[in-house]
């Protein structure tokens, strides 16, 4: 948590917990001194899907190497249990990390903001309709919305709470 709340990332303990859950043999971490200097996730959907996350450096210890001794890691790992794609987002600050290693700028991410206050009562929300789908979640600094999907403009706005674009002119 102390490496996130530095960087000012939005996961909450929770999140790290599910990741821990989720992946135990895939989520790595190097401590200098008895403190975490690093980390990184994988996440192994399969043998279709690897998502690589939580790339996270204290600043005290960047330009040292320890981010791309972490993702050589977990290619390492991947080489032992292939799949299909390896997917992440990344920071400013960590795609040139990733290139070094391959990825490719695939898409821009978007991230939006709403002034607010975290929601700490706030459920994990999920609808579907068809092919239409969201999701929701709690953060430390405000809740998460997305991913989504609308495959048609009904599906869309038939989701519990949300105005069809039409009607919120």
Partial sequence: MALKD???WNQTEQDWLNLFAFAPDSCFGIEIDGILAATTTLVSYGTDLAWVGMVLTAAQYRRQGLASALMQHALD??????????????TVMGRLVYQRFG???????ERWLRPGTPAPSFVPQSYELGDSFARGRPGSKAAY???????????GA??????PRSASR
């Fill in 145 to 155: 919305f997305g991913p989504c999907r609308a495959a048609s403009p009904r599906g």
């Fill in 6 to 8: 530095e960087e000012g």
């Fill in 77 to 90: 790992y991947l080489a032992r249990n292939p799949v299909d794609w390896i997917k992440l987002d990344a």
């Fill in 158 to 163: 038939a989701a519990p709470g949300v105005v």
């Fill in 103 to 109: 990825f490719a700028d695939e898409c821009a991410l």
